[in-house]
T-cell receptor
Framework: LAKTTQPISMDSYEGQEVNITCSHN???????ITWYQQFPSQGPRFIIQ???TKVTNEVASLFIPADRKSSTLSLPRVSLSDTAVYYC?????????FGTGTKLQVIP | DTGVSQNPRHKITKRGQNVTFRCDPI?????LYWYRQTLGQGPEFLTY????????KSRLLSDRFSAERPKGSFSTLEIQRTEQGDSAMYLC?????????????FGSGTRLTVV
């Protein structure tokens, strides 16, 4: 399984755009890149998924370069409620491995 | 469909007792996964099922742990002779195995505390 590396923590002021980058150098051809959000005492929640180029939904954008060895989750205009741990996962429907995630703290 | 349901939400048990957790996946999802999460760590894979078949088990799943998914619907995870090190959040997730997989849906987890 591809291993992922993310920053351990990030701080951001409310209203700013936040970009969290994940590296996954040994991503396999069939692997998808998926990001999850987790609040304390809750299960992870799906945010966005992509395979290549750019994907956008109502809450985030995901940028994936051509070599797919990294990806960047972009959260536009964060609010206090976006304070959470964000996990970058690489894999498919067999199983995925979570890293330690990035703890995002949004500051008023 | 209200998503993945896990019961109980919390369980406190004495060391040495057996506990069983239940997971009801999204009805059209044929794959079901169990993960364990300790404080400050990401979820660790334990096992997964496709329909009723258990396809993979992690080395984390010692002989005291057993999971079943009869009839390919709900699943149970049993821990026998619990130890304090078993204290964790146990997460269940489900997904499809069709092409164009769209990720897991996780339940809210069962928090186990072994005293």
């Amino acid at each position: 399984l591809a291993k992922t590396t993310q920053p351990i923590s990030m701080d951001s002021y409310e209203g700013q755009e936040v970009n969290i980058t994940c590296s996954h150098n040994n991503i396999a051809t069939n692997d998808y890149i998926t990001w999850y959000q987790q609040f304390p005492s809750q299960g992870p929640r799906f945010i966005i998924q992509g395979y290549k180029t750019k994907v956008t939904n109502e809450v985030a954008s995901l940028f994936i370069p051509a070599d797919r060895k990294s990806s960047t989750l972009s959260l536009p205009r964060v609010s206090l409620s976006d304070t959470a741990v964000y996990y970058c996962l690489v894999g498919g429907y067999q199983k995925v491995t979570f890293g330690t995630g990035t703890k995002l703290q949004v500051i008023p | 469909d209200t998503g993945v349901s896990q019961n109980p939400r919390h369980k406190i048990t004495k060391r040495g007792q057996n506990v069983t957790f239940r997971c009801d996946p999204i009805s059209e999802h044929n794959r079901l996964y169990w993960y364990r999460q300790t404080l400050g760590q990401g979820p660790e894979f334990l096992t997964y099922f496709q329909n009723e078949a258990q396809l993979e088990k992690s080395r984390l799943l010692s002989d005291r742990f057993s999971a079943e998914r009869p009839k390919g619907s709900f699943s149970t995870l049993e821990i026998q002779r619990t130890e304090q090190g078993d204290s964790a959040m146990y997460l269940c997730a489900s997904s499809t195995s069709r092409v164009g997989w769209d990720g897991y849906t996780f339940g809210s987890g069962t928090r186990l505390t072994v005293v």
